[in-house]
Structure formats: structure tokens, C-alpha cells
């Protein structure tokens, strides 16, 4: 049971007078699906999650990289230093071969790019999904569903070919590419291919690379290296004399052909455990949200892997949206349907310039022509050595100048991210492992009653700043001096 508003008990089965099976259903076990479900049964609710696939498979994974931004979110739910043990940091990226791109420098705990495959990902994630209490459902695929004002049916077949109808107080999409749930929404995914023939595989070397993460483009091809740490190295690469279609089967040599082409060396490929073809895609849903249904990660926005931000982005939109959802469906928030919006306000934008930046990493390294390879190389080289370029580019790989517009009512820096400011309850970001508030006030400082509850930290110094930050790790207020009144006012406007 949960507590509504009066502080009376609350059936959260229960929504306008229609019984319901589960508070919300995640369709799609991905790494996007599985953070924002293990979030929502960290809050008490529950949680059903379908996957169509019986299993998941090791090795048919395309995402390789956890960029900062994405750690600090990990670190907010405990699991990011257990993360990084099973990867390598990289904290230089060089730009086509000729200017590196510093992560060093980072503002963050995580100042480097960690290289660990996707699988590490959702197997932490899976493990702290099912130790809150998600019900999952493998080898069960979304057929239909259907739309009331005040929930979701949603028709289901299982492994053993039995339909059942699930009713939801609402549904997230977190099914990729080919989403049913956007499918059923009747929602255009409008885009083109950005590349075609893109090939993948897992090897070992003979010779190993003198950087860490090693790539550069040609025009006429272009590769990419970086190793997992345990001995084996992730390969994406394309060769423009040879496009094939996508089912068409893939060969070691193949892939040496290419490392070749845009490297000058394979380093002595062997061993491939894995081999893949496929097509990178620039495509973006229009609305993240109808109704009481929601899309997130690959259903949401598809685009080149150049820069390694795919998985990233929908781990970010996963964990926007969770805190959300949560505070709707637990009414903890004054106005639902308005915070419920701003799902979309906020990530549909970052999923467009994710998209645009990605697309032009790609087009510079398929770069033809005299003029086209120097005016790659000149934004390249700017990239690395402007301050304001540099800052701008490791900010939105990295996911750490991501920001968003100031909530309604409120001023900068509202919006932007909060760092792992240090207080005098410990880092930030610990704080926010119990996916709530956070309010810093002064030291000394005491809440008075009828305050919403947050939890309540203070500056490790004499600073007389207040500030309020959201479940996500953003900031929602702050100001230099303010007295009680103006505190428990912006109180008042984020919670109930």
C-alpha cells in the first residue's frame, strides 16, 4: 500500500475507480527498461517488465562505452564502482587519427570514457531490478494495446504461445528500433540511413594498438578499436566499395580489409567470437509521450555510434523519467500531468542534438576530397584545442553539459547538473541513492513542520546558499540568502 496526499492509505492498484494489475509496465529489457523499472519498484510501486527475447544473449551487443555523465547516474543507485572494475578508462579520444579530445578534465568523479560491453550494463542493472521487486516477464512479446483515460491494456503472448491482457496505470516503450509500443501508438519515426553495411565483431590482436582507443576515416573507410579489457577488442568499421545488404554474412578477412583500408594495419586480427552487419539509422519519434504512455532509448531516437552515446542517452532518458513517474503515481507532486510533460520538454531536445552530433562525427569520417578532408581536419583540430569548442564537445559527449531549460517559475541554474557537491552528510550523489530530494541548506539549519519530505544535507562549509536537487541529479532551485518562507515556497512547487 502507499500514502496518499492526507496521509491516509492508498490502494496504488487502484486509479479512478479501475483495478489494475501493475502500477507500470516496462515493454523492452534492455539497459534503458531496466534502470527505469528497477528505479520504479525502488519506490514502492509495481513493476512489470516484458521482454520478447527468453534470454539475453552475451555477445549480441552493439554498445561498448559508459561516458561520465552515465556513471554518475549509476553511482546514484550504488552500482557505477562496480561498473568500472569491469572495464578500461579512457580519458584521451583521438579525433580521426590526428587531435585527441581530453576527458581528464572532467568536473566529474568519472573523468574518463569507460570501455566495458553492454552486457556488464544490464547485468548489474538486471540484478538490482529483481532485488526491488520487478516482476519480470522473458519470452513475452507486446501484441496490442489499447488506451483509456485513466490506464493501459496491453495484450501479451508468452513463451508458451498464452495471451493474457495486463492492465497498466501506465506503459513505457524501452523496445529499440523496431518498437512494438510505437508501432501501436501509430507514431511516425521519421529519419534516414546514415550508413549503410556498418560491420562489428569481436576479436583478439596479435599487436596492440598504441592508443587505447584507436580510429580513424579515409572517405573511403573508416574503423574503430577499443579493447574490453579481458583480452578482447570491440571492431566497427565500413568500407564504401563494399555495401551489402544487412543479412548478408560477415568474415574475418572482411573486417581485416577494412582496419586495413582506415588504419594501415589489422594489428593481427583472430578469433573473432562475434560478427555482425548493420545500418546506422538518424531517426527521432516526435513525442516521447501520448497519453499515458511513454517511449524511451532506441524506441525514442536512433542514430550513428560515432561518439558511443546511444546506450548512454537512453540510461539518461530512463532515469529523467523514472523519478517522474514515481512521483505522479505516488502523489508526492503537486502538479502531475505538468511534471509528466516536462519527460518530453527536456530529453526530446538532448535526443535531437545526440542525433545531430553523432551524424556529423560520422559524415566527417566519411569525409571524400581534398577540401572535405581538410575542412574535417581544421574542426577537428578546433575541437581540440579551442577552449570553448572543447568544452562544448567533451560537455555533450561526455553528458556532463547536458542541461536542461529552467522549470517553470524558476532561474538558473535550475536545470543544469548538479556536481558531487561534497556536504557535510557525505558526496552528493550518495545522498541521492535513496531517489528522492535532495535540500542543502546551511550549517546548522533545521526544517520546520510541515515541510515535504527530502533529504535534508548542509553545506560542508560557512556558504548561506540553499539549493534543491532533483532525483536525477539536476538542479530544480536555488538562491544565494534565501529566508525559511522562500525555501518551503520552492518546496512547495516541486513537492507536495
Known amino acids: 500500500m502507499t500514502t496518499a496526499p492526507d496521509g491516509t492509505a492508498a490502494d496504488p492498484g487502484t486509479t479512478a475507480g479501475t483495478a489494475t494489475d501493475t502500477d507500470v509496465l ?15 519498484a525502488a519506490a514502492g510501486l509495481r513493476v512489470t517488465l516484458s521482454e520478447r ?14 561516458h561520465a555523465r552515465t556513471l554518475e547516474l549509476l553511482d546514484a543507485r550504488d552500482l557505477a564502482d562496480e561498473l568500472v572494475k569491469t572495464g578500461r578508462q579512457v580519458r584521451r579520444l583521438a579525433l580521426f587519427g590526428r587531435t585527441p579530445l581530453e576527458l581528464g578534465g572532467l568536473p566529474s568523479r568519472f573523468p574518463y570514457l569507460l570501455i566495458t560491453p553492454q552486457y556488464e550494463v544490464e547485468h548489474l542493472l538486471h540484478r538490482r531490478a529483481l532485488s526491488t521487486g520487478v516482476d519480470f516477464r522473458e519470452g513475452t ?8 483515460p485513466d490506464a493501459v491494456s496491453a495484450d501479451l503472448q508468452g513463451p508458451d504461445g498464452t495471451r493474457t491482457t495486463l492492465t497498466a496505470r501506465y506503459l513505457v516503450g524501452t523496445d ?71 543479412t548478408e554474412p560477415v568474415g574475418l578477412d572482411e573486417v ?31 513525442a516521447y509521450r501520448q497519453d499515458r504512455v511513454f517511449l524511451a532509448g ?23 523519467l523514472s523519478w517522474k513517474l514515481a512521483a505522479a503515481l505516488l502523489g508526492t507532486t503537486p502538479d502531475p500531468e505538468a511534471l509528466l510533460d516536462s519527460y518530453h520538454a527536456e530529453r526530446h531536445p538532448v535526443g535531437r542534438t545526440v542525433l545531430r552530433s553523432s551524424g556529423a562525427m560520422i559524415r566527417l569520417a566519411m569525409a571524400r576530397g581534398r577540401i572535405r578532408k581538410a575542412a574535417r581536419d581544421l574542426a577537428a583540430a578546433a575541437v581540440s584545442t579551442l577552449r570553448p569548442a572543447v568544452d562544448r564537445a567533451t560537455g555533450m559527449i561526455s553528458g556532463i553539459g547536458i542541461a536542461y531549460p529552467p522549470a517553470p517559475g524558476e532561474q538558473r541554474p535550475s536545470g543544469r547538473r548538479a556536481p558531487d557537491l561534497v556536504l557535510a552528510e557525505g558526496r552528493l550523489y ?26 535534508h544535507a548542509h553545506w560542508s562549509d560557512a556558504r548561506r546558499a540553499c539549493a534543491l536537487i532533483r532525483p536525477d541529479g539536476h538542479i530544480a532551485w536555488a538562491e544565494r540568502e534565501p529566508d525559511p518562507a522562500t525555501v518551503r515556497t520552492a518546496l512547495g512547487r516541486w513537492l507536495r
Open 53 to 66: 527475447r527468453p534470454h539475453h544473449d552475451r555477445n549480441l551487443t552493439r554498445a561498448f562505452g559508459v
Open 141 to 148: 512479446a507486446l501484441l496490442r494495446l489499447r488506451q483509456r
Open 430 to 455: 550518495e545522498l541521492l541513492r535513496d531517489g528522492g530530494f535532495v535540500l542543502i541548506t546551511p550549517p546548522g539549519t533545521t526544517l520546520g513542520p510541515g515541510t515535504p519530505a527530502v533529504r
Open 176 to 246: 529499440g528500433v523496431r518498437s512494438t509500443v510505437r508501432r501501436e501508438l501509430g507514431l511516425p519515426f521519421p529519419g534516414d540511413s546514415v550508413i549503410r553495411s556498418m560491420v562489428l565483431a569481436d576479436v583478439r590482436l596479435a599487436e596492440e594498438p598504441a592508443s587505447t582507443v584507436t580510429v580513424n576515416g579515409t572517405g573511403d573507410a573508416f574503423a574503430f578499436i577499443a579493447p574490453f579489457g579481458d583480452g578482447w577488442y570491440r571492431v566497427m568499421g565500413w568500407l564504401r566499395e563494399h555495401q551489402v545488404a544487412d
Open 26 to 40: 516496462v515493454v523492452g529489457a534492455g539497459p534503458t527498461g531496466l534502470l527505469l523499472a528497477g528505479d520504479l
Open 256 to 286: 581485416k580489409e577494412i582496419a586495413r583500408a582506415a588504419l594501415g594495419t589489422d594489428f593481427g586480427m583472430h578469433d573473432a567470437r562475434w560478427l555482425s552487419r548493420f545500418h546506422s539509422d538518424e531517426r527521432q519519434v516526435p
Open 298 to 320: 532506441d524506441a525514442a531516437h536512433v542514430h550513428s555510434p560515432a561518439g558511443g552515446q546511444g546506450m548512454n542517452t537512453g540510461l539518461q532518458d530512463a532515469a529523467n
